[in-house]
């Protein structure tokens, strides 16, 4: 398998119309780039493919990330939200991902910005790691192994 992914970022202080798409390895180093020349998010990225279930009236993934991604350290964190393919399948549920990584000076991280949604302790990951996540991801269509996961709650 290997699914397309949508990146929906700001370019400047507009929101694109319409989401980047990513379908090789390559383009995902690229995009990911951008959204770091773009500098700071007004809101965290949202990434997902249209090759995967949708549910509700609006056709909302069923599973989908948040990325914050401080442009001047290239750190960041990912946030989750779909199946629990691992534990109690048929629950939707959300994680943040888990560093092992140290980080002299780790900055402020959200997964909601509007609501200063802060994620947890511990969720600052590097651009690589980000990325291989993104691309297993983008293989297997289910929450990432290559990092590890810490629940922010049940969806349903």
């Given at each position: 398998m290997?699914l397309?992914?949508?990146?929906w ?12 798409v990513?379908?090789p390895?390559?383009?995902?180093e ?8 773009q500098g700071?998010?007004p809101?965290?990225?949202?990434v997902a493919?249209?090759d ?9 993934p069923?599973?989908m990330?948040?990325l914050?991604l ?18 109690e399948p ?11 990584e140290?980080?002299?000076?780790t ?5 909601d ?16 790691t ?13 929450r990432p192994t ?9 969806i349903?």
């Open positions: 290997s397309t992914l949508e990146f970022y700001y370019a400047g202080s507009n929101r694109a119309d319409e989401p980047v990513v379908k390895e390559a383009a995902l690229r995009v990911l780039a951008d959204v770091l020349e700071p998010q809101h965290p990225t949202q493919s249209p995967l279930p949708t549910f509700g009236i609006l056709n909302f069923d599973r990330f948040k914050d401080d442009p001047e350290s290239a750190i960041g964190a990912l946030h989750y939200v779909g199946p629990d393919e691992y534990d048929g629950r939707f549920w959300s994680w943040a991902s888990v560093s092992n140290e980080f002299t000076d900055p402020v991280l959200y997964i910005k509007q609501n200063r949604t802060l994620f947890p302790p511990k969720s600052a990951i590097s651009l690589n980000i990325t291989m996540a993104l691309e297993e991801f983008r293989q297997t269509g289910t290559c990092i590890e996961w810490q629940s922010t709650g049940g349903a």
